[in-house]
T-cell receptor
Framework: AQKITQTQPGMFVQEKEAVTLDCTYDTSDQSYGLFWYKQPSSGEMIFLIYQGSYDEQNATEGRYSLNFQKARKSANLVISASQLGDSAMYFCAMSLWNQGGKLIFGQGTELSVKP | DTGVSQDPRHKITKRGQNVTFRCDPISEHNRLYWYRQTLGQGPEFLTYFQNEAQLEKSRLLSDRFSAERPKGSFSTLEIQRTEQGDSAMYLC????????????FGPGTRLTVT
């Protein structure tokens, strides 16, 4: 069965420091995508970064990078130079290309950035 | 603003009433997805459309739920005879043709059933 696991319910980080949010996934499919979304208290899901299963390079988007380790089935999000505005829920998700691209989400990690 | 829009943003209804939500996707996106998110959980897939065709429905979508996407443009999600367990955030997302592309989410409709 396809599943996303986020084992950190809550994380704290000092402003300007880097933080890693963990994500592991389970699928027997070869073609899939991995996503990270940010959900502030307003409720909107904000796309952060995407990694395709065939991409050899780790994805980067500004202060966000995705540490993709295919053999370990992990897709950790690294946020560099944390800002107070980064405080939010973060969801890891997987898209299976042979199932119409629907997203399977993890339980989320609540990140709090301390000044 | 050319993002995904949803209406209404909030809905309070009494148990047993019917409610309908609307989603307007990004205009060039032919795939549209509905998700439900309860407090403290990640979103769960409900159903998706490719153009006007509804291609998959989750087992979460009971007979009281129906979704449409006439003419492959906006979509509606109707819940009949609402129950307190239907209280949740209902999220709509759209994506371009390729399933590998990211999905762009709307602001969501928060439903409270009293």
């Amino acid at each position: 069965a396809q599943k996303i696991t986020q084992t950190q319910p809550g994380m704290f980080v000092q402003e300007k420091e880097a933080v890693t949010l963990d994500c592991t996934y389970d699928t027997s499919d070869q073609s899939y995508g991995l996503f990270w979304y940010k959900q502030p208290s307003s409720g909107e899901m904000i796309f952060l970064i995407y990694q395709g299963s065939y991409d050899e390079q780790n994805a980067t988007e500004g202060r966000y990078s995705l540490n993709f380790q295919k053999a370990r089935k992990s897709a950790n999000l690294v946020i560099s130079a944390s800002q107070l505005g980064d405080s939010a829920m973060y969801f890891c998700a997987m898209s299976l290309w042979n199932q119409g691209g629907k997203l399977i989400f993890g339980q989320g990690t609540e990140l709090s950035v301390k000044p | 603003d050319t993002g995904v829009s949803q209406d209404p943003r909030h809905k309070i209804t009494k148990r047993g009433q019917n409610v309908t939500f609307r989603c307007d996707p990004i205009s060039e996106h032919n795939r549209l997805y509905w998700y439900r998110q309860t407090l403290g959980q990640g979103p769960e897939f409900l159903t998706y459309f490719q153009n006007e065709a509804q291609l998959e429905k989750s087992r979460l979508l009971s007979d009281r739920f129906s979704a449409e996407r006439p003419k492959g443009s906006f979509s509606t999600l109707e819940i009949q005879r609402t129950e307190q367990g239907d209280s949740a955030m209902y999220l709509c997302a759209s994506s371009p043709r390729q399933p590998s592309y990211e999905q762009y989410f709307g602001p969501g409709t928060r439903l409270t059933v009293t």
